[in-house]
Every structure is written in C-alpha cells, then in structure tokens.
C-alpha cells in the first residue's frame, strides 16, 4: 500500500483518487479552498442555485466507467441523469431559430435542411462523418492512453480533406492529409458555407474556450461527439456530479483536508516524497497528484520545472485556455414555460469582432501573446441561455433560474475587478438573451455576476481561464502537458493535463494517473 497525497479536489484529482484507493493505496487530498470539486461549483441564494462552472455533461461513460470501477453504485443510482431534448436551440441574426434534437443526426439533418436550406443538413452531415473518422484515428492516443514520448505523431491533423478539386492547398493528394495546416474556420467556410451553419460549427469551439481561427481542424470533433454521444442534465446541477464523485472517494477511505494549501513538493533521492503545507507542516507519501494548473508547479518545485526536453509544457500554444467565462445568473419571478428548451444559444451578428475582442485581432493569446493588450468588449457576444426544467435550481413553481455564459478574454487584457466595466458586460448579456426570453427583464428579481477575475480566485488558474480540450493537429500546439512529469513520482491530473478540459476530459486524466502508478509507464488504458 503506497501513500499518495493529491494536491486538489477537482474533478480529474478526485477520479484518480477514488481508483487509486479501490487499488489498496492510502490517498489524502489536500485542497487550498474549502470544498471539493475545483471549477464545478454552486451559487445559492433566496432559494435559487446555479452551477458555477460546466451545466451540462458529455461523454457521460467516462462517470459511469468510475462509478463501477470503484463501488457497488452505479452513477444513475448517485445522481439523477437525463438526456436534454432538444440539445440546444440556436437563435441567429436574422431571426432563423433552430432547435437540434439530442443524439440523432437524421434530425439534425432535417432540422438544417427546414432552417437553411435543401442541402445544408447533407453537408453538416458529410462534414461530421469526417469529423468522426478523425475521432476513430486520435481517440485512444488524446483520450484513452497517456500522453506519448513521440507526441509530435499527434500534430499531424487527423480531419481528412474533402475529396474535391479546385480548393487550393485544401484538398489531398493521394488520399493524404490536407498540403497545409487547416483551422476550424477553414472547415467551416469552405464547407458549410451558409454563414449560419459556420456560425454553428464555430460556436463549438469557443464554448471550449478555442478560438476557430487557429483552432486545428480536428475540432470538428466536438460537435460530432456532442451529437453522437448526446447532452445530459444531472438533477441538483452539475454540482451534484462533483458531490457524487467526493462521497464515493469518502466511501473508499479517500481523506480530504479542506483550507489546506500546499506550497511546496518535497523531493528525496530524485523523486517526489510528499507535499509542505502553507501552516509548515509535511505530509509524506510515495507520490504526488498534481490535480492543478502545471504552470504553477516550478513555485512548488523551488523554480525547478518537472519537464523533459521536448515535452509538451504550460503555454507552448494558442490551445491552453486562454479564454474565460462571464457568467450571469438571474432570479426570475413567473413560472418556466412548458416548452422551455434547457440550452439557448444566442449568435452574435459579428463574429469577427466577437473573436477580435476575446482573441485578439489575429488569436493566439494562450501562446505567442499575440493579441495581448486591453481590449473592449463586443458589444452583441454569443450568448448560452441555460433554462433547466429542475425544482432544485428554485425556491418554488412561480420562479425560475437561469443563467448565461458568454465566452470572453481572461482578466489581464480585460480588467475584471472593474466592477462597473463588469456590471456593463453583464447588460449586454442581458439584452443578448432576450432573444430567448421575451420580457427576461421584467421578470427579473435580481441577479449575481461572476468573471474570470472569480474564477481565478476560486480556481487558481492564470486570469480565470477555462481550459479546452486537447486536440491533434498544429504541430501538437493544442495539446497538454502529459500525466507523467521528469520527477518520478509526480504525476498530472485535471483540465490542465492531458487530455485537457471539461468534465469528461477530467475524469479520463484521473483514470490515467491511477493507471500510470497502479500499472507502471506501460499501462495503456482499456484493451
């Protein structure tokens, strides 16, 4: 039985901590804040709740897998779990409205045809079975498997081109990959054309905190999962999964400390020995989780950075996150209507300037810097609207609770402590998503801003940035720091490690780690 302290109660750090104790081992958690779940938290008020970070779930398996892994419960037997249906809903410029059902591409198809146009559902359709052969060639080696020595085989992106002519350094040549590097972007101006159905395609992206400029073309894989593998609601919020996930390490012996910030590895004979904590104090162990931001990890190594040459680092690319979220939540007197859909988006008309303003002119603020710099708000963002149909967000029938998220720069290019100039952010968001809720404003009671300058606090991460999710592509710019650092015993966990973020991302980062010190460097994941 090893001893293992964890540094972090997020999503991926408790996945590895509750399977590394169903191993036999000795886990502590130690976690700065005083709750569990990292960025998955909730907001309560005069009996209203929100989630604070992601509300909805994809890839819900990757759960299921760890709640068979590591008890007798299933998850559907912990938290009440339900697909949304429709999926989302999608409100454009010009009026169009368009409500796509939830995992069924004939309806999607039918739905894009009805709103766009005979052949724009074929053509969404074409593009998401290529979407899907790119998922088939990078899904063990980005979801299933630790990050490899040979990474670089990754930068290669795996979206096959169209196989058509006269599209110049797009299509292939002798059934290869395309002679130059393709963005999400390219893809969607060159085939979907409908300036409506790339909006779409690009409004996936930067809901993953990616700018669709750079981002490489594999990305089309986001929609093709979502539509795939369907959208899922937890009752009680996506907290409720977080909850879940900490009563189950609980169940395994798991012990938590909450308030406890550790400020220090400790390193014996060339490998990680242990954590100090901020009240001086050292907890030994055998190995290290680090469920954090590995940009923060050289403090904690007395400057001393746990790569090898040639490893995927913090930063290396526009891919690591850089994007925040302003999210608003608002109490509203009136009942929900019937045939309130869960999930609005909201388009913006200038998706340019959208971009401009959370990117930079050209992108890349997560790497090179480019784009650095103050910058002002767009004045119409996309904006999501999430209305769920669940009496624990309200304190009663006559209310309902919603909240809106807009993808936005992270606090440095935009000073989030200005309240006012938050405050002012946040009225946009409410005019945007009248769109969607006719009269919102005379129904609202009151309602809570919260920044990346909170989510920063809350979370530790550099100016409230989400992280997205690894992708292959660019030269392997949009990848994460692997589970595996140079200093044996110190491993990676959580959004900010391979394969990168969202609930689903984190969870399968904790089944490697717990792979990687139970089965050795060679465990490679499911067989």
Known sequence: MARIAVIGAGMGAMAAAARLA?????????????????????????????DTGPGLLHLPAVYRDLFVKTGKETLEQCVELAQVDPASRHVFADGTDVP?????????????????????????????????????????????EPLRADWQALGRDPYPAPARRGVSGWFRRGGGAPRTPVTLADVARRELKDPRAVALLESHALAHSLDPRTAPASAAVLPYLEQTFGTWYARGGMRALADAVYERCRARKVRFSFGAEVVGIVEKDGRAAGVELADGSVAEADAVVAGIDPALLPALLGGAEPWHDGDVRPGDGPGDGAAGRLTVFLALRGARPRDTVHRTVVHAPDRDAELAAIFGETGGVGGSGAGLGTRAPCPRP????????????????????????????????????DGTAAEEDADRLVAVAEAAIPGLRDRLLWREVRTPADTAADTGAAGGAVPGPALAGAEGRFLRPANETRLPGLYLAGGWAHPGGGLAHAGMSGTMVAGLIVGGADWRGSQ
């Open 22 to 50: 169903v191993a036999g081992h000795q886990v502590a958690v130690y976690e700065r804040g005083q709750t569990h779940g990292g960025g998955v938290g909730r907001f309560e008020r005069d009996g209203f709740a929100f």
């Open 100 to 144: 796509l059902p939830n995992a069924s591409r004939a309806g999607v198809v039918r739905a894009l045809d009805d709103a766009f146009g005979a052949g724009a559902g074929e053509r969404w359709s074409d593009l998401v079975n290529r979407a899907r052969e790119a998922w088939d060639a990078t899904r063990r080696p980005l979801l299933e």
């Open 382 to 417: 996309t904006v999501t609207v999430l209305r769920p149909d669940d009496p624990t967000t309200r304190p009663d029938e006559d209310h309902e609770a919603v909240t809106l998220t807009a993808t936005v720069a992270p606090h440095g290019p935009v000073d989030w402590i």
